[in-house]
């Protein structure tokens, strides 16, 4: 069974830095691409970024990039969020998910990690 | 950046009618075009990919078609179920966009 398990969330001034990780289980996750996509309170779905099975692709969402960088290790089956000069309007739940491959649909989630930035 | 307008935003319907949600591309983007649909405090799950397959395991009620850059997805029959936001999704190009959503309610 595919399952994504994110942690890392919490709570975190502005300006301050917070590491999402994703652990990957029930597939091999060397062979697949993979995702950050974020939903702000009571709001729509944004992507995030995106990385492929090898890293060689990687592609952010203008609102994000230069702040985030998302990562792997594939031997440890993880995919990794690092954020920085975190913002308000960062405060989202934050789902990793699954692609066969870059610019492709996702066909797992997680169940996603709150991200709260405030005073 | 590719823009995804997703009509209507919200729509009541009665159990067993059909449902039509509509995402319109404003360029180009092939059969890059999935569907999710999203329930009450729930992770998204895939219904629809490349524009027409059914997800494995998702009820053959739901259904994806594309005319031009409009793509829609169809419900015949609604069930109680499939209350939820519906979302499109088009993984042509990045910035991958989503529609805004469409909240479906059941009357």
């Known amino acids: ?119 | 950046d590719i823009q995804m307008t997703q009509s209507p935003a919200s729509l009541s319907a009665s159990l067993e009618e059909i449902v039509t949600i509509t995402c319109q591309a404003s360029q180009d983007i092939g059969n890059y075009l999935s569907w999710y649909q999203q329930k009450l405090g729930k992770s998204p799950q895939l219904l629809i990919h490349s524009a027409t397959s059914l997800a494995d395991g998702v009820p053959s009620r739901f259904s994806g078609s594309r005319s031009g850059t409009q793509y829609s997805l169809k419900i015949n029959r609604l069930q109680v179920e499939d209350t939820g936001i519906y979302y499109c999704l088009q993984h042509y190009s990045a910035p991958y966009t989503f529609g805004a959503g469409t909240k479906l309610e059941l009357k």
């Open chain 1, 1 to 119: 069974e595919v399952q994504l398990v994110e942690s890392g969330g919490g709570l975190v001034q502005p300006g301050r830095s917070l590491k999402l990780s994703c652990l990957a289980s029930g597939f091999t996750f060397s062979n697949y691409g993979m995702n950050w996509i974020r939903q702000a309170p009571g709001k729509g779905l944004e992507w995030v970024a995106s990385i492929s099975s090898s890293s060689s692709y990687i592609y952010y969402a203008d609102t994000v990039k230069g702040r985030f960088t998302i990562s792997r290790d594939n031997a440890k089956n993880t995919l990794y969020l690092q954020m920085t000069s975190l913002r308000s309007e960062d405060t989202a739940l934050y789902y990793c998910a699954r692609a066969r491959r870059p610019l492709d649909y996702f066909d797992y989630w997680g169940q996603g990690v709150m991200v709260t930035v405030s005073s």
